[in-house]
């Protein structure tokens, strides 16, 4: 889904289903606004300041170019070890807000209740908070050995994996639930799949399925032990909608405005540039493997996969990739 359509959808739904009268009817004039999982890059800021100046717009229009100015508070969310200091590196010297960290898990509370009024998240729901026990566990029938993800896995694995995911949703829907404001608005991004298509359809499962058995290659030549590569498994999980509708009607506290798979990025519209999607892949993920295999092999292990994917470029634009992004966009009941 190109940036400019995301936008799009997010300035109807502001347009259409915040009622700005309403919420900002009480003695402050403040509206916070949390982009939950921001990481460190400019991107955070931008997406802010277009949520900001389509929220001004609706307010003038709502609420008369009279009225009393909305004063904008904007809380950036992420991990301990998020790099705050570059993110506000990125912030414009004569900004029309007040920004702040608020460091932790979004699967706990952070705010206080009925404190925020619109709430943002993309790509980074999908990352479980922990990697389930059973997946590691040489005597159950979810252990993963040789593979990084449940691309192409057992049924047991794929399963362990949804329940990781379910929980971890259940409880940020939970702390989202009391820190929204009654009328508040949310915007989730994140990887999505078709209900009922198996994983190993997609584009990416082919990556991930390479991946592993480029590490086992790299295990076999003594560049790294077999069991670094079976304790290691991709914490990313792909919803289908019927999974978040499930999940939202279990929680309850949210009426679900807009839900759809839409494409996720400008360069898939046409044949997948491999040397590009690697290029996105690495970015992402280059930390998480120095941290696991160690900084020395990240090159080498890249190196192959380019070669491997451009190899079998015929399996890569077989697989299924073009409505792979779940947007959806919430209101707190």
């Not at 400019?4 to 003695?27: C, H, P, R, T, Y």
């Not at 900004?95 to 209740?113: D, I, K, M, N």
């Not at 009024?117 to 029938?141: G, Q, R, V």
């Amino acid at each position: 889904m190109a940036v400019n359509v995301v936008k799009e959808n997010i300035d109807d739904a502001i347009m259409m289903k915040l009622d700005l009268k309403k919420l900002s009817s009480g003695s402050s004039k403040t509206f916070c606004i949390a982009d939950l999982g921001c990481a460190a890059g400019p991107n955070a800021i931008l997406n802010m300041q277009d949520i900001m100046d389509t929220i001004k717009q609706k307010h003038q229009l709502q609420c008369g170019p009279d009225s009393k100015m909305l004063h904008f508070q904007v809380f950036f969310n992420d991990k301990l070890s998020n790099d705050f200091n570059t993110l506000f590196s990125y912030l414009p010297l004569e900004r029309q807000y007040f920004a702040a960290a608020v460091p932790g898990s979004f699967h706990t509370q952070l705010f206080p209740e009925s404190s925020v009024h619109f709430m943002y998240c993309s790509y980074a729901l999908h990352w479980l908070s922990t990697i389930p026990e059973e997946l590691l566990d040489k005597n159950s029938p979810a252990w993963n050995k040789g593979r990084i993800h449940y691309s192409y896995a057992a049924d047991e694995v794929i399963n362990t994996y949804a329940s990781g995911f379910a929980k971890d949703v259940e409880n940020f829907l939970d702390a989202r639930a009391k820190e929204l404001v009654v009328g508040g608005m949310m915007v989730i991004i994140m990887p999505g799949i078709p209900d009922g298509m198996p994983y190993s359809q997609l584009t990416v499962a082919v990556m991930y399925d390479f991946m592993a058995s480029i590490f086992m290659d790299m295990a076999n030549e003594g560049l790294m032990s077999e069991e670094q590569v079976d304790s290691f498994n991709l914490p990313i999980y792909a919803a289908s909608p019927s999974e978040m509708s499930a999940l939202l009607e279990k929680n309850g506290q949210f009426s679900i405005e807009r839900m759809e798979l839409t494409n996720p990025a400008t360069w898939l519209d046409g044949p997948v540039d491999i040397p590009v999607w690697v290029m996105h892949v690495r970015a992402a993920m280059e930390g998480m493997f120095a941290k696991h295999f160690g900084s020395q092999i990240v090159d080498e292990m890249f190196s192959r996969l380019s070669k491997k994917l451009l190899e079998h470029s015929d399996q890569v634009q077989s697989g299924y990739w073009e409505r792979t992004q779940l947007f959806l966009i919430l209101t707190r009941k």
